[in-house]
């Protein structure tokens, strides 16, 4: 077996991965970055606990060889500011529960967002919930999921407010 | 007190934590020096162990500690309700497949797997009941000796309420059937795990678990391993899910004690996703003949009924789930009796537990189907009657339960209201249908032992001010913390934030027995609270000596009086009581409106309240197919008075969630004892796409006993769902299916049978099939038994080879030059990669496809000719502007977006068939060979078998993009070291996932002539969740003149057949034709009866694809009328 070094960045620092082929994406950032964010529920493709993007792409990390990785990784440990109205509306909306699927479920919809959901809101949830079926949840029922993202979108998507129109009555 | 936050949509305390990535579950906790454990489990559902052999595991690399029954004291049984019949590893038996036998601590996970693969073990096979009908029937092998003479019934259990000889009298109705409940798993998304450690110096167990009940865990680990109860301390750890699994022990937590101990290092124990499913003890099924009697008035005369739990092949549960079932029955209505009878029968197979609704979401759904019947045999709307039979406020049931604050009847009538009832009965579309259901749980059930009526908490009001509050349960998700920090702050008059909850830590946590019967709002919310006022009583007499004038009230932090102000930290320091100036103050809730039901009789008010709920939904039935859409849903539940309005919605709609999965998809299947649909993959629980946005609502109720006037919500949400759906779906369609799940070769056989519809295969005619006829004759009559003893007799243990290479070049010629022998072509993976380790494919050098450039490249020829390469991702050919817009359709039906992002065409056309016991470990022919069996031909075929053509292996080729390829009558170019060649697609497959590749074969490309993309085409598909694999997919192609008349059709069936199947006989007769969808089926009928052999449960595909070929052609029409 041979153990081959290769750099790869996640969260924007490169860093020297060791392993053997073998090694998936998600034992490395769990076991050898510590980035334990990125859950294994799994470990074979089915159900997106584990999804991180790479170049921007969301990817389930169980299926993916270190080897092979060559865009930049991004995992919910790097997300943190893109994604706090994602987080907030979670937490408003009972997006979570258990939270075990949580960071899949962001990461993904992060993706999903910067792509942009149609204006129409249940055109929106149609494609958001047909999107997201790659990344089950076992707690909410997916309607606190789904309210989160739809209200992130819309406000993201909103044009900015004129501070001084609105001051005015 | 001042509720600033009860009744507020308040944000979870830890939502940082839990939406950063941030929280640690067990799984994620840094343990210095940890070792992994992997355990060896039962490959046979009934054996006795005759030897076990662990010396040469003992000596391999890396292994720490090998633990077999022998290292726990003599005679070592799980408590649970008494039985005592479980060990925590095997001693002598192994009952069912699964159980543990052994288990290995190792410094990494393939030295732990190789070496539990080490431990030899010699079994003595016995003949296992594995259903309680060869459980019950005569000279089964009996499982456990539990001396009441019956083998194999582990308890019985009769209850008789009120009249219990009423009903059957002249004039009045009845009604009456038979309901099958089946095995649901709770499928938590983090997997069972634990970390151990054994403390020397203090000669401790420190367990870090996944669990709702850490009292639960700590008793049976030290009763287990022979330790003390103050020698096992559990510790707080973030716990993702539970619905009732986790609520007493499980088995992973007592080896991984002795391990640590043995080893004297710590370890860790995950189960994989496939022990997570093979080994949570699951749903008990039910087995119901109910009836209902009332009299002419609709007035409910008796309830009654004779019950068959399986047990599975342990009591853990079984009993109180039992208890509790019946128990359900007497909750909802006002019957005059109830009469009812139950066995708990003992099966070789996976033992039930704990789950979400414990009995009454068995029972729901029989009582609440029957209700419609009997409202239909009445002439009565299904609501009416049950608001007729409702139970009230201020009642006390049959049963001996107090209703305190009862709204049933406000449910009911809200639920009908919000669903729009009238007006979907005035105008639906075909093949709709409105359903209603009732619910009842309980708010903490009295039961198991007699402290089970107490919670205890403390609070701690630190020197800053900060309020710690300690609590012996645990949160796995529902959202607890949260509620007692909202007590807590609005008790004493501080900010959420200052809050601290401190949870399961059985060394820092007062008495408190676990989530678990939706007891967590009631029990924890009045124990928090009392320990609240108490510190508020004191914080207040010190504060009335400090501050010297008036009264005293707290707000933001601090004792006021007037205008004068002192934080609380200094008052609390003040205190004669404070230690370190940390004043604490605890408090024990013991709830004296509860009682334990008389053993005898059942009577007794086992809950302090009671929740109660009504579901209504709007269903549209496909009769072409069998698919049940969930058009609406609405959840109407009497919760007392709402404390988190977030946490309240979220248990509802995630409990219907989890109870709509049970109607439509959840079931475990097994064959031989051994669990087939093992996974999520194959396991239908609900995706995002799969239901609405569950619409809750909650009626107005204040509970007089709960905390604030609040019930427990946790599990009535699962009850009402199956019921509604059903009743639905009757109203839809004319069809009662009383064996969940409904899925659609239910529906689809039943409206057959209705119908008096039967094809005739005619096989006396087709000499072709003999053969096959033959062996399938033979199968149940001793040919299969054979065969499966004989691969079962040793079965392998060999380890997935480690991957040794990973080449990726990056020009075809390399490519070309790298793969063959051992070196096998991989794309994107997603099929590949979990066939290596589940050992179906020993290659161990890959060659990955994916940086050659012209392998992704899409483009159109100057003929005209569309080129895809082999390793464009589905994603791409979803967005490309040439793509076949068929072929776009069918490639958003294929898995998730995540695995799109990275399969590839040539992998999804050359991927392995799915069968699910070719892929979850079955010894069967296609993964051993010739001596090995099918499993599919006895075994469950209802959905991803073949129907026609099915030969030695009864799989289909699974690539939906091969079913819709070849209706575009694609090519493949193919490579090897000769060069390239091009072969039709449609024959390119020889067999279920067999193609005509050879190892050093690699798909360039696909090429869709000109003439073929003039063609206009449409894909259905037939799956039970959205990305699920195809039951059943149809891809139509044709030309459509102005006349609207047909030409050059092609009509391709997916999943019927080992190869995608034409329907060229159909494609003749229909040439030049003006074709109608009756016209389309009744060709392809004749075809499917001429040419298909079902297997004895499969022949509704035949209809769900002359289904699916009637969509496609009508899509096809209005496709080219859009033109």
Known sequence: ?169 | MTARYLGQTVRPINWQDRTSGSARYTADLPVADVLIVKVLRSPHPLAAIQSIDTTRAAAMPGVHAVITAADFPAGARYQHEGARDRPPLADGMVRFVGQEIAAVAADTAAQAEAAARAIVVRFRRRRAPLTIATALGAGSTSLHDRGNGRPNVSKVLSRRWGNADAGGDAGHVSVAGRFVFSRQTHASMEPNSVVAHWDEDDQRLHLWVSTQAPIFVRDEVAQLLGLELGQVVCHEVFVGGGFGSKSRISEHEAIAGALARKARRPVRLVLDRNEEFETTKSRHPFHMDMALHADQAGQLCLVEGRIQVENGAYDHSGFSVTSAGLKGLGLIYRPGGIKLDAELVDTATLPGGQFRGYGTTQVTFALECLMDELAERLGRGPVELRIQNANRNGETTLIGARQHSAKLRECLALAKQQIGWESLHRNRPEGHGVGIASGVHLSGSYAERDDANRSDAAIDILPDSRIRVRFGGADAGTGQRTLLAQIAADELGVAIEDVDIVTMDTDATPFDLGAWSSRGTHYSGHAVRLAAEAAHEKLTAIAAGVLANGSVSFADGKAWAGDRSIPIGDLAALSNEAVDGVLTVEASFVETQVARPDPKTGLGNMSPSYNFAAHATHVAVDISTGRIRIVDYVAVHDAGTPLNPTALHGQIVGGAVMGIGAALGEDMIFEQGKLVNSGYMYYALPRAADVPTIRSFVVDCHDPVGPYGAKGVGELGINPPPAAIANAVYDAIGVRIRDLPLTPDKILTALAQREGRKRRFALWRRPDRWWIALVRWAYPRGLFRWLHAWRTHRPSRVAPPELEELASPRSLDEAVSLVGGDALPIGGGTDLLPRRSQGLVRANRLVSLIDIPELKHIGVEPDGTLVIGGAVTLSTLTVSPVAPSLLVEAAQTIASVQVRNVATLAGNLAQANRCWFYRNGFECFQRVGPTAPCYAILGDHRFYHAAIDGHRCQSVTPSDMATALVALDADLVLRDGNGSRVVPLRSFYVGPGETILKPDDIVVAVRISAAARRRCGAFEKLNLWQGDFAIGSAAITAIIDDDGRWHDIRIVCGAIAPVPWRAIKTEQALNGRRVTAPMLRQALDAEFNAAAHPLENNAWKLDALAGLCERAANRLVEIRGNI
């Open chain 1, 1 to 169: 077996m041979t153990s081959r070094a290769r750099r790869i960045v996640v969260n924007g620092t490169a860093h020297d991965v060791d392993g053997p082929p073998g090694l998936s994406l998600l034992h490395m950032l769990r076991d050898q970055l510590g980035l334990t964010g990125t859950k294994e529920a799994c470990g074979r493709g089915e159900c997106g606990a584990c999804t991180v993007l790479i170049g921007g792409v969301p990817q389930l990390s169980c299926l993916t060889l270190c080897a092979r990785v060559q865009q930049p990784v991004t995992t919910i440990e790097g997300l943190t500011d893109e994604c706090l109205d994602i987080c907030q509306a979670f937490a408003d909306h009972g997006g979570f529960q258990c939270g075990f699927c949580t960071s899949g479920q962001i990461v993904h919809a992060a993706a999903i967002l910067r792509d942009g959901l149609p204006a129409d809101r249940t055109e929106a949830e149609r494609v958001l919930r047909h999107k997201l079926s790659g990344n089950i949840c076992r707690c909410t029922g997916y309607a606190g999921i789904i309210a989160a993202l739809l209200d992130v979108a819309a406000k993201r998507t909103a044009p900015e407010r004129d501070p001084v129109s609105e001051a005015i009555p």
